[in-house]
C-alpha cells in the first residue's frame, strides 16, 4: 500500500475519471464524497479500486451508532447530537440506512425542517440509504459507505440505523459506539433483548420520556443488565483472585458483559464499562447533553482500555472474510470459465455422479491452478 498522499498507488485499477475523482475528495469537495458513495454504493465498475485508494487514506472519524425501534426517535437524537458535535467545531457526517427515515422525507413536516435546517450547515454531510433486499448486500455496501464518509474526513460519524433484523445489528456495528434508543411503550425492553440489541448496546436511552413508563423501562433494561452481569459473575474462576463481592457489587451498575477482559496481571482490575441507561426527551433536547457526556466517557474508555483497538480488528476481520468472499465470487462467477465448468458439471451432478460440494473445489481448483488435498 502506498501512503495516503499517493492514492493512485495503491490502486493501480483506477480508470482516468476515478483518479480525477479521488482528486477532488481528497480535497474536502462534498460533491466528489457524494459522487463516491454513489459508486459504491451501485457497485459500479471500478468500484473497488476507488474503494481501495480511499481506504489507503485511513479511517479516524469516532463513529456513534443510533438503533433502535422504529419512530423511537432515533433521527431526532441524532438531529441533537450533530447540532451539538457541531457547536464544538467538529465535522459531521450522518449515515441514515432507513428508507422510513426523515432523511428521506418519509417522516413528518417537522423533522424534515429540522433536518433541511442541519442539511444547509456546511459542516454536516447527511447521506440516506435504502434498505435493500439483497441477500447480505445491505450490510456490505452500508459499511463501505460508512468507511468512505470515515475517510473523508468527518471528526464525527452518526450512525442511524432501525435495529430490527441481523443486517441492521451488523451495521451498527459499524460504530465504536452504540447507543440503542428505546421509548417508554410496553414491551419495547423486552423487544429490545429479543432483537439482539442488548448485545451491542454501550449506551441505552429511553426516548420520548415525557410519556408514562420511561422510569419502568429503564427499570427494566437496568434489571437485565444486572442480570447478565450476575451470570457472567458466576463464570468468573475463584482462584484468580478476583473479588466477587466487589465485582458483583459493581455489577448491580449494570456493567455488561461487553467490555474488555481483565488487565493482564492485576486480575482484581478491569477496564470496565457501565452501560447507562439514560433517559431523554429528545423532542426537547432534554437528556442530550447526558447522552454526550456518555458518549464522551465511553471514547475514553475505548481508547484507554484497548477496545477501540479490539473493535476495530473485529470489525476489520469481517471486512476481510467478506471480500475474500467477495473476490471467490467473482472468480468463479465472473470468468467465462468458472461458469462452463459448472454447467458442465451440472448433467453428472443431476446423474448422482458428482455432487455440488465436489464441482465447487474442482472448479475452485481449476481457476487457481490449485489442487486441494482430499482431506
Ligand atoms: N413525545 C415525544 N416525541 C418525540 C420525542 N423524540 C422524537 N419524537 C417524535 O417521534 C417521532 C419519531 O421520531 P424520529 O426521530 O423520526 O424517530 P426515528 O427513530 O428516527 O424513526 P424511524 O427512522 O422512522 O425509525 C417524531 O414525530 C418525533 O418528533 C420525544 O422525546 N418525545
Ligand atoms: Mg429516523
Known amino acids: 500500500m502506498s501512503d495516503a498522499s499517493s492514492p493512485g498507488l495503491a490502486a493501480p485499477g483506477l480508470t482516468e475519471a476515478h483518479r480525477a475523482l479521488l482528486d477532488r475528495f481528497a480535497t474536502g469537495d462534498r460533491s466528489a464524497l457524494a459522487r463516491v458513495i454513489s459508486v459504491v454504493e451501485d457497485e459500479r465498475p471500478g468500484f473497488e479500486s476507488l474503494l481501495d485508494a480511499i481506504l ?33 467545531g467538529e465535522q459531521v457526517g450522518i449515515v441514515a440506512v432507513d428508507p422510513t427515515s426523515p432523511f428521506t422525507g418519509g417522516a413528518l413536516l417537522g423533522d424534515r425542517i429540522r433536518m433541511n435546517e442541519l442539511a444547509t450547515d456546511p459542516g454536516i454531510f447527511i447521506r440516506s440509504m435504502a434498505t435493500r ?45 452504540v447507543v440503542v434508543a428505546l421509548v417508554p411503550e410496553s414491551g419495547d425492553a423486552i423487544q429490545a433483548m429479543k432483537a439482539g440489541l442488548m448485545e451491542i448496546a454501550d449506551i441505552f436511552v429511553v426516548n420520548k420520556a415525557d410519556r408514562p413508563g420511561a422510569d419502568r423501562v429503564a427499570r427494566e433494561i437496568e434489571l437485565t443488565l444486572q442480570f447478565r452481569r450476575g451470570v457472567t459473575l458466576r463464570h468468573v474462576p475463584a482462584h484468580h483472585g478476583v473479588d466477587l463481592p466487589r465485582m458483583r457489587a459493581r455489577g ?34 432534554e437528556g442530550v447533553a447526558e447522552l454526550l457526556d456518555a ?11 484497548g477496545e477501540l483497538q479490539r473493535r476495530r480488528r473485529t470489525r476489520t476481520a469481517a471486512r476481510l472474510r467478506d471480500a475474500v468472499e467477495r473476490e471467490l465470487r467473482r472468480l468463479v462467477w465472473g470468468s467465462e ?16 455422479k458428482a ?21
Open 337 to 352: 470459465q468458472g461458469r462452463r465448468i459448472a454447467e458442465e458439471w451440472l448433467d453428472k451432478i443431476a446423474a448422482g
Open 252 to 285: 448491580a451498575t449494570g456493567t455488561s458483559g461487553r467490555q474488555a477482559g481483565e488487565a493482564p496481571g492485576d486480575p482484581g482490575v478491569r477496564a470496565d464499562w457501565t452501560i447507562p441507561v439514560l433517559k431523554a426527551v429528545a423532542q426537547s433536547g
Open 295 to 305: 458518549l464522551d466517557r465511553h471514547r475514553a474508555y475505548l481508547t484507554e482500555s
Open 355 to 375: 455432487t455440488p460440494y465436489a464441482v465447487a473445489r474442482q472448479i475452485i481448483a481449476e481457476l487457481t491452478g490449485r489442487l486441494y488435498g482430499s482431506d
Open 56 to 88: 489507503a487514506r485511513g479511517l479516524r472519524a469516532a463513529r456513534v451508532g443510533i438503533t433502535g425501534p422504529p419512530g423511537a426517535g432515533k433521527s431526532t437524537l441524532v438531529a441533537a447530537l450533530a447540532t451539538a458535535y457541531r457547536a464544538r
Open 133 to 177: 433486499g439483497a441477500r447480505g448486500g445491505l450490510a456490505t455496501t452500508t459499511r463501505e459507505v460508512i468507511d468512505v464518509m470515515d475517510s473523508f474526513g468527518f471528526d464525527r460519524l452518526l450512525v442511524e440505523t432501525v435495529g430490527v433484523g441481523q443486517a441492521d445489528l451488523e451495521v451498527a456495528s459499524a460504530a465504536d459506539t
